[in-house]
């Protein structure tokens, strides 16, 4: 104690024994023989009996909301939003809420692990100093080029030590993923943009300034890009407008919770919505009178509405709303974009927006902004990208894997062969909080804090108007025995010797943040501060720091409409019956399985809970004889999954839709065996962006004559009349 | 054999096994209650009455009176910053206990005394800043070692007390003074609502 | 008192029943009469003891376990969810209460009413108004979430000040129910005191020591026999409205409450009428299984006592139609929305079959069989008609309760009912009255002897018309 | 002892009284069905997690639950507006006089409905006559680390504020009356009233469309007195006379 404590030593010091078996004995007075162990050395801040508030970035998925959590002596009691934070302004989406029941998960791994072998159950226990050992071995002892980095969607600062370490050692830079990014088809998105503006960066929607919404399948209130951001920004464009009302339109073949809240859901066939759109540009132009542009020259209004389902009164109703409102906005997203011709739906949106003339306007659509510590927009890998990725493990081009924040056994779709090219691979190395499926086939577990215990900041990619580098800080000590993977790999560098520790000099990753805090010295923005320790604590104190200003970038939209657009029937693979629409659960997302709560938030629209459902139109169940509950088999060229039925009302009969987010073989109690994982029907096709092209998918049905018992919130009877079952 | 058993109750000697048997189980009965009455074993026999002797105020050690709902217990800094400059501190048996957990990095595992019942939610803030002193509820501290309750700190009890404290007496209500009368029946449905300690 | 009267030379006897078919009509001696009842009780077979073995087996595991399990695991182990808080356990405790009825009705207004027809049989019906009560109270048990913490509906002084809240049904009902418990006990106990001290003079050993204790001293002078009939008057018309007020009260329970499906005014009328429903038919059920099983039944309880029972009834389901009706037409007519689909669930949605079983067994089964007159007068078929009714009259607990449960105003909330430990619970329940009555049927006299004796002794029979009536005689 | 016999009186409908304390408003307009408030309020409240087949069987602790119907077939299929339905905290409650322990019971101070899960003797009279089905029982031992091992790190995240309650007891929203205290009682402190806005329940702080309001709304300059004033509000079941809090606004397309 001598010595200066630097802040992370101090928390660890200051939590050691709170008590953590007080209150818990329930509704009876059987607390008698509790004990109550009091802080040994209390934090100045905090008093007996209140609670304390630390202020940090939410890690259930990239967006990177901003938290206040509630702690009490040494436990953390409960998330808030940080109501600072330009991102979320203190609301928060369920799965941030339960990012506590991954905190306190019984099934995280405590120890570092060896596993005997690659698949097992558990394996023998290892110090920290031996696992440090391995990595900086890992590190040193292979070739730079046959090093890989897999890390998450979240650009946080353990991805800028990893690509700061790559490009020290000379490896290939790492690679970024997430189901997420692939189920918003952001490559899609960032290449429409480039390609329509010129520019590259994520295209960023007003939604709370537009009074008109025009939605080609963006699930924007559920898990596209910043659901809690513009989850507010839909409710201003709702009803925070004066003496208006704000119209929402959507696009898509099955009704998703966004499509629940618009006010005209257009039921469309998969894979015509670009053609659509263009047919509405060109009925908006016939209807003003204007010369037709190219953009819309080369559609087929005829045609399109034969192709699409969508009847011409419909269109001309759509066209006819751009004339009524003021600042209409069309927004490309998720399903549509994850089609063969995914791009030309972006574009054609684009082209759309392009017509509203609301590029760079109040309600239209921008460049998101740049973050303060990057100079431009780093996206997440793309399929194509993961394809090649998952092509140099076969080749044997990695020796090592160095895997954290995401899980490709789970995420990726099984047809790209991850699963199988891991036996290329001679080590693999996760940092994985929880014993998912990578981490079940690694041969090291080096299990990382859960982002509540750890210090960071994340680069927030969209969501806020302004430039904003979100921040993270320890809110409780490490519950179990974990260390966090920056401390890991700086150690090894030192351990490792040579260039990588005179690269890395920092005693433990608060001193590696401060480094490239550093450059935020003397800027204006929330808070400026001159020296890095009184930045670093309004950094933490606020929970990031962020400008104050727009900082939105306006795309140059001078020909857009000169351009002249395509728009092909999608391509779709298989020769089944039906399309299939995979979606994201809008309460687990990704990686919300194992949290038992998230596990029992019903579906926003089906309002099942704890397990996988298909969709399927009544009328076509019917005709197929195949009732609620029943289990099916839905079978793709690449892969087939059993799974019960859900009558869905409102889904297009030739189409079937399934959530992703269950499935898990590994994962946690609460996670492992449940449901289904409709991943495992994609095919390797991309689309022209190079983002994988998961819904271009036609999947046939089959009975299996099994039942199981969906678990709904809503009561059948009530819902769906007395005879249903 | 049922027949033998009633008559044998009817002889003096069985009427007397009879008694015996009640007084055995009644006493039992009172011992076992008895039992969790007792204060427990804590794991310093810490003396309250030295203490509070030099002139130690509550507030010191349980200052979380002031400001919230648990007065707290005091850590082992604060022990320790008293006692590391003591003599006795060294050489007393009784504070081994204390010099092994401060050197050890370990908490003393306190056994709570005055404790009420998990669906009871008691804030000692409004008590103490309705000028209520710690020894109206806690009893003479300065007389005590180990603590104990000097009274069972049960609803009947706090009741009573808010009840006295909002009664239209001569003692809160010397004037008959109608305003305060008013002031008095709003206390009082604040103060034996059943929402003021059960949530 | 006049000697035992004897049978009368009938001008027409070769046109007549042999009067001997009943009771009155064949008076034995007294000390026969009371070897008779006391070699009922005493013989016990084999068999007796198996099926209470059995019965005690069944009592322990399925009721005393279960409820255990109950307790331990919460209700969660039975079959109750949102919306149906309520389910079989309340089911049972209308339908216990119910069963109870009977007992006070046909010993009580019976012995009011002067109806001699009564005189075998009110003990038989008395014991299954205590017994049956104690079932609804154990089901009352059952039912509660913390049942460790029941004491708290008894109105007593405590530290907190707390008191039971008046203002619920509930608590009524606990008032009722814990009345009529004690009030029926003691109705049980009164005319029982003679025929225990004749079993206490004819009996040895433990027997004895206990009738000693139950027959308080009588010794049949005449003080005693007047202040016993005195108390007994006296019972016997307080304890009607109380035993009418029980069963509206436990009607309130539901016609309080503002469900769709329950509020209705006439519940309490359809509610007593309902019970007496199912209480006759069930002694129709145990007057059976004692004659067939017991010894020297068979003089007691003839075919004379079955018409009678089997008359009320065919009175008391009329009457149960009517009222059904009544509440069914009133909530049609009224229109009111929620009413009209509870209406249309139980008719027409997912167990629309038990609504047409229960009106089947309720009304038709009745109206069919004891019309006649011979049919009546065969206690086999008497008791299945009373198994039917006692099962329609469950239904019909069952449709009032978890049934339209499923219904409420939040439709997005209905859902079915699926019973689950109350199966076991309801055999153990089952098995608790028939253990019951079983051990009861060998301590004490099922036939109120002396009752029977005194309708022999005070009545003759008159001749009006074709038939031999039993009447008063002119000596009271 | 000096017993008192008096029994809490049931509250007669005086202008004042009508007027009621805490209120909320629910836009269903901007409610996007997302289940934050579901999710935050389980975490405030210590609500216990069911597992599937209870959950399936309707025993949900949910405090907040969102309902949503279907109208009409593909393709004019729609969805009614999401409307989430919580303790609507009557001020004339149905569940109040039925409970025959004063468990159920009126909150006078606070003009809100208390369950006093100590006081609860499990006849889950209470839930029947609700008729908006809010309240919700707890089935099984829930929070039982000895029965449910896996609670046994789960457990850190209770919250000190609110009981845990065990089997056999009766539960619902409380208006998260921990928080309504604890700002009481910081006002208190500071010696003033409690501000427009300071009292947030967890489901109106989690709402990321901001559709939940809450506040006094015996003060007509509140935030949810004015958000109540419009043609779109209205009240759930308002022909049963229970006198809700709860103001609802009307979705879809009205203005």
């Given amino acids: ?725 | 054999m049922i027949k033998k058993f009633f008559d044998a109750l009817n002889q003096p000697l069985g009427r007397i096994g009879v008694l015996i048997t009640l007084l055995v189980v009644f006493s039992a009965a009172v011992w076992g209650i008895a039992q969790t009455q007792k204060p427990p074993e804590q794991p310093i026999q810490f003396p309250h009455n030295l203490h509070v002797g030099v002139g130690i105020q509550c507030l010191y050690c349980h200052s979380g009176a002031l400001r919230g709902a648990s007065p707290g217990l005091p850590t082992e800094t604060k022990c320790w910053g008293c006692h590391q400059q003591m003599a006795i501190t060294n050489t007393s048996p009784l504070l081994k206990p204390l010099v092994q957990a401060v050197e050890n990095n370990q908490p003393i595992n306190w056994i709570p005394v005055a404790q009420v019942p998990d669906f009871v939610r008691f804030v000692h803030r409004p008590h103490i800043a309705a000028g209520l002193n710690c020894e109206v509820c806690h009893g003479n501290v300065s007389q005590m070692t180990v603590y104990q309750n000097p009274q069972v700190l049960n609803m009947g009890w706090c009741l009573a007390c808010h009840r006295a404290k909002t009664e239209d007496n001569i003692q809160n209500n010397p004037g008959r003074d109608p305003a305060i009368t008013a002031a008095l029946a709003t206390k009082r449905t604040k103060l034996t609502d059943c929402s003021l300690c059960h949530y | ?476 | ?255």
């Fill in chain 1, 1 to 725: 104690m001598s010595q200066q404590i630097s802040r992370r030593d101090f928390l660890k010091l200051a939590g050691v024994g709170a008590a953590t078996t007080a209150v818990l004995t329930g509704c009876g007075p059987a607390s008698r023989y509790v004990t109550r162990a009091p802080y040994i050395k209390m934090p100045e801040y905090t008093y007996n009996g209140l609670s304390t508030f630390y202020a940090t970035t939410c890690r259930e998925c990239s967006a990177g909301c901003g938290l206040v959590i509630r702690t009490m002596q040494g436990r953390a009691i409960k998330v808030e939003g940080n109501p600072d934070h330009p991102v979320n302004l203190g609301k928060t989406c369920a799965r941030g809420q339960a990012t506590l029941h991954g905190l306190y998960n019984p099934d995280r791994i405590t120890d570092p692990i060896q596993r005997v072998a690659r698949g097992s159950e558990g394996g023998t226990k290892m110090d920290w100093d031996a696992a440090i050992g391995i990595v900086a071995d890992a590190l040193s002892k292979n070739k730079p080029d046959e090093i890989a980095f897999l890390v998450g969607m979240a650009p946080d600062h353990l991805f800028d030590l990893v690509a700061d370490l790559a490009k020290t050692i000379g490896a290939p830079a790492p690679v970024r993923y997430g189901a997420l990014g692939m189920f918003e088809a952001r490559t899609t998105l960032v290449k429409a943009a480039e390609e329509t503006f010129g520019q590259t960066g994520l295209p960023f929607f007003d939604i709370g300034g537009a009074d008109l919404v025009i939605s080609f399948g963006a699930n924007f209130l559920e898990t596209w890009l910043s659901p809690v951001a513009q989850t507010r920004e839909f409710s201003k464009m709702r009803r925070g407008q004066k003496n208006k009302r704000g119209y929402l339109v959507q696009f898509e073949s099955r009704m998703s919770q966004t499509g629940a809240k618009a006010d005209e859901w257009i039921p469309i066939t998969p894979g015509t919505e670009a053609m659509v759109a263009l047919a509405i540009g060109r009925l908006i132009v016939e209807a003003r009178g204007l010369a037709l542009p190219p953009a819309f020259a080369n559609v087929d209004v005829n045609g399109v509405v034969e192709a699409s389902g969508v009847t011409l009164d419909a269109l001309n109703r759509v066209a006819g709303l751009f004339s009524l409102y003021d600042r209409p906005l069309v927004i490309p997203g998720g399903g549509a974009l994850g089609l063969s011709n995914g791009l030309q739906t972006a574009e054609a949106a684009l082209a759309l927006n392009a017509l509203a003339g609301n590029f760079g306007k109040d309600g239209g659509v921008f460049i998101s902004p740049t973050n303060p510590l990057a100079d431009q927009y780093h996206r997440p890998a793309s399929g194509r990208e993961m394809q090649d990725f998952i092509q140099r493990m076969v080749d044997g081009k990695i020796k090592v894997l160095f895997v954290h924040g995401v899980n490709p056994l789970f995420e990726l779709p099984k047809k790209l062969g991850f699963g199988g090219a891991t036996k290329y691979v001679p080590q693999i190395i996760s940092f994985a909080t929880f014993p998912d499926e990578t981490a079940m086939e690694a041969d090291y577990v080096f299990p990382d804090h859960h982002g509540l215990e750890s210090w960071g900041y994340q680069k927030i990619a969209t969501g806020s108007a302004s430039s904003v580098l979100s921040g993270a800080q320890p809110v409780i000590v490490p519950f179990f025995n974990t260390k966090s993977t920056v401390d890991v790999l700086l150690a090894a560098a030192q351990k490792a010797g040579g260039a990588l520790a005179s690269a890395f000099p920092f005693k433990d990753e608060v001193e590696f943040m401060d480094s490239k805090l550093a450059s935020l010295l003397n800027v204006d923005g929330f808070f400026s501060a001159p020296e890095i320790n009184t930045f670093a604590a309004y950094f933490q104190q606020y929970g990031g720091w962020w400008k104050t200003t727009d900082n939105r970038i306006a795309p140059s939209s001078a020909d857009v409409l000169n351009r002249s657009f395509k728009a092909d029937a999608a391509q779709f693979d298989g020769q089944g019956d039906f399309f299939f629409v995979p979606f994201v659960s809008p309460i687990l997302g990704e990686a919300g399985a194992n949290k038992p709560w998230l596990q029992e938030v019903p579906d926003p629209t089906t309002t099942i809970m704890w397990n996988t459902w298909v969709e399927i139109n009544p009328a076509t169940a019917d005709k197929l004889g195949i009732e609620d509950n029943d289990v099916v088999r839905v079978v793709s060229d690449y892969g087939e999954v059993e799974v019960s039925v859900y009558k869905y009302p409102a889904i297009r009969p030739d189409t079937i839709a399934m959530p992703f987010g269950q499935g898990h073989t590994a994962y946690g109690q609460f996670a492992q065996g449940r449901g289904a994982n409709p991943a495992d029907l994609f095919g390797p096709s991309v689309n022209e962006a190079g983002d994988l092209a998961f819904g271009s998918l036609k999947v046939r049905i089959e009975k299996t004559n099994k039942k199981r018992q969906l678990s709904r919130l809503e009561g059948v009877l009530g819902v769906y009349g007395f005879d249903s079952k």
């Fill in chain 4, 1 to 255: 002892m000096a017993t008192d016999l008096q029994l809490p009186v049931f509250t007669n409908n005086s202008e004042n009284e009508l007027a009621g304390r805490w209120g909320m408003v629910i836009d269903q307009d901007i409610c996007t069905g997302c289940q934050a408030c579901v999710a935050a309020c389980a975490m405030e409240n210590n609500i216990p997690f069911v597992g599937e087949a209870d959950a399936g069987y309707g025993r949900t602790m949910h405090w907040i639950r969102i309902e949503r119907f279907w109208q009409g077939t593909f393709p004019e299929v729609k969805m009614t507006p999401y409307q989430p339905v919580l303790c609507q905290q009557c001020h004339k409650a149905p569940c109040e006089p039925v409970c025959p322990v004063f468990a159920s019971v009126h909150s006078v101070s606070e003009d809100i409905n208390l369950q006093v899960y100590n006081r609860c003797v499990g006849t889950r009279y209470c839930a029947n006559n609700c008729p908006y089905q809010v309240r919700v029982f707890n089935w099984r031992d829930y929070t039982d680390a000895r029965q449910r091992p896996e609670l046994v790190t789960l457990q850190n995240q209770l919250n000190p504020d609110v009981t845990v309650r065990r089997r056999g007891v009766m539960e619902k929203c409380t208006f998260c009356i921990q928080r309504i205290r604890h700002v009481e009682d910081t006002a208190q402190s500071e010696g003033r009233d409690v501000r427009d806005g300071e009292v947030v329940p967890a489901c109106a702080q989690a709402c990321p469309a901001d559709a939940i309001v809450f506040g006094r709304v015996d003060d007509p300059t509140s935030k949810v007195s004015k958000a109540a004033i419009t043609s779109r509000g209205s009240h759930m079941l308002e022909e049963l006379g229970t006198l809700p809090r709860v103001t609802y606004l009307a979705g879809g397309s009205a203005q």
């Fill in chain 3, 1 to 476: 008192m006049s000697s035992i009267a004897k049978p009368l030379a009938l001008p027409h006897a070769e046109e007549q029943e042999d009067p001997r078919e009943q009771l009155m009509h064949d008076p034995r001696s007294r000390g026969e009469m009371n070897d008779m009842v006391m070699e009922s009780m005493h013989s016990t077979t084999w068999k007796y003891w198996t099926v209470t073995g059995i019965l005690a087996v069944i009592v322990v595991v399925c009721l005393f376990y279960a409820w255990y399990y109950l307790i331990m695991q919460g209700l969660g182990v039975a079959g109750v969810n949102r919306p149906v808080y309520w389910g079989i356990f309340l089911v049972e405790v209308v339908f216990w209460i119910g069963i109870s009825h009977a007992g006070t009705f046909i010993s009580a207004i019976l012995r009011v009413l002067k109806v001699e027809g009564r005189r075998p049989f009110t003990r038989a019906a008395e014991l299954m108004t205590t017994f049956g009560l104690v079932q609804a109270g154990i089901s009352v048990f059952l039912h509660m979430g913390r049942v460790w913490l029941s004491y708290w509906l008894i109105p007593f002084p405590n530290e907190r000040g707390l008191w039971p809240d008046f203002h619920s049904p509930l608590m009524w009902d606990f008032m009722a129910i814990s009345t009529y418990l004690l009030s029926s006990t003691m109705y049980l106990f009164l005319p029982l005191i003679p025929d225990m001290a004749m079993a206490r003079d004819r009996s040895t050993g433990w027997r004895k020591a206990a009738y000693r204790i139950l027959a308080i001293g009588f010794r049949g002078t005449e003080g005693e026999w007047k202040n016993l009939i005195t108390a007994m008057n006296i019972f016997a018309f307080a304890i009607i409205p109380v035993m009418f007020s029980v069963h509206t009260i436990v009607s309130w329970d539901f016609a309080m409450a503002s469900r769709p499906g329950w509020s209705s005014s006439v519940f309490g009328p359809y509610f007593v009428i309902g019970a007496l429903h199912s209480g006759m038919a069930a002694v129709a059920i145990v007057l059976f299984l004692i004659r067939s099983t017991m010894k020297n039944m068979k003089y007691f309880l003839r075919p004379e006592h079955f018409d009678l029972l089997g008359k009320l009834m065919l009175m008391v389901s009329m009457a149960w139609a009517y009222f059904y009706f009544n509440d069914y037409i009133v909530s049609w007519y009224g229109g009111d929305k929620w009413e009209k689909i509870v209406q249309e669930f139980t008719e027409k949605g997912p167990l629309w079959y038990l609504w047409y079983a229960m009106l089947f067994f309720n009304i038709v089964v009745p109206f069919a069989v004891l019309w006649n007159k011979k049919w009546r007068q065969t206690p086999w078929l008497l008791a299945i008609v009373g198994l039917l009714i006692n099962a329609g009259m469950w239904l019909e607990r069952y449709i009032i309760i978890p049934e339209t449960l499923t219904i409420n105003r939040m439709p997005f909330t209905w859902r079915l009912y699926v019973p689950g430990v109350e199966i076991v619970l309801t055999i153990g329940n089952f098995a608790f009255f028939f253990l019951l009555y079983m051990l009861a049927s060998r301590f004490l006299p099922l036939i109120p002897v002396w009752e029977v004796q005194e309708g022999h002794e005070s009545h003759t029979l008159r001749k009006i018309g074709k038939a031999s009536i039993p009447t008063l005689s002119d000596m009271e």
